[in-house]
């Protein structure tokens, strides 16, 4: 009857890199998406007090920044004292509130950490605290420079 060969598998035993430009490409968009770059444009001038002893916090996603100082007007001026959180100026302290209330909803363990210029009246501080305090974010800290 009939005859049969064998016949030898002819594969090429290099890998196939054609999927490689699109392994790398899901990859950089994932670490795009997942990567989480905060960054302020300051409309107030702060200069920090210096401090004896500080204390680094780690987790920087949990921090919500409230910067107290004067206003930073053109032409290197400065102006009155403003209240700023995250981009926006904040005209009425009571703002302050509702703001932090609502941050501290997305996250529970929310730190308000209060950059002030050190040339600010403490009036606006404790305003700012007190209206903390009615929003129910109880842990603040206050940014310092280290004392040398």
């Known amino acids: 009857?009939?005859?049969?060969?064998?016949?030898?598998?002819?594969?090429?035993?290099?890998?196939?890199?054609?999927?490689?430009?699109?392994?790398?490409?899901?990859?950089?968009?994932?670490?795009?998406?997942?990567?989480?770059?905060?960054?302020?444009?300051?409309q107030v001038q702060v200069n920090y007090t210096r401090a004896e002893n500080i204390e680094k916090i780690e987790q920087k996603r949990l921090v919500s920044y409230i910067y107290v100082g004067p206003e930073k007007l053109q032409g290197n001026r400065v102006g009155n004292t403003k209240i700023q959180i995250d981009d926006a100026i904040i005209d009425d302290v009571g703002a302050v509130q509702q703001l932090m209330y609502d941050?501290?909803?997305?996250?529970?363990?929310?730190?308000?950490?209060l950059r002030v210029h050190d040339e600010t009246e403490f009036g606006i501080v404790t305003d700012i605290q007190q209206e903390l305090r009615e929003a129910g974010t109880l842990r603040i800290n206050y940014s310092t420079k280290q004392e040398m």
């Open 1 to 42: 009857m009939g005859h049969f060969e064998k016949k030898s598998a002819k594969s090429d035993p290099t890998i196939s890199l054609t999927a490689m430009p699109d392994i790398i490409f899901m990859l950089l968009i994932f670490f795009m998406v997942t990567t989480v770059l905060r960054e302020v444009t300051l």
């Open 103 to 113: 941050k501290l909803k997305e996250e529970p363990r929310l730190i308000v950490s």
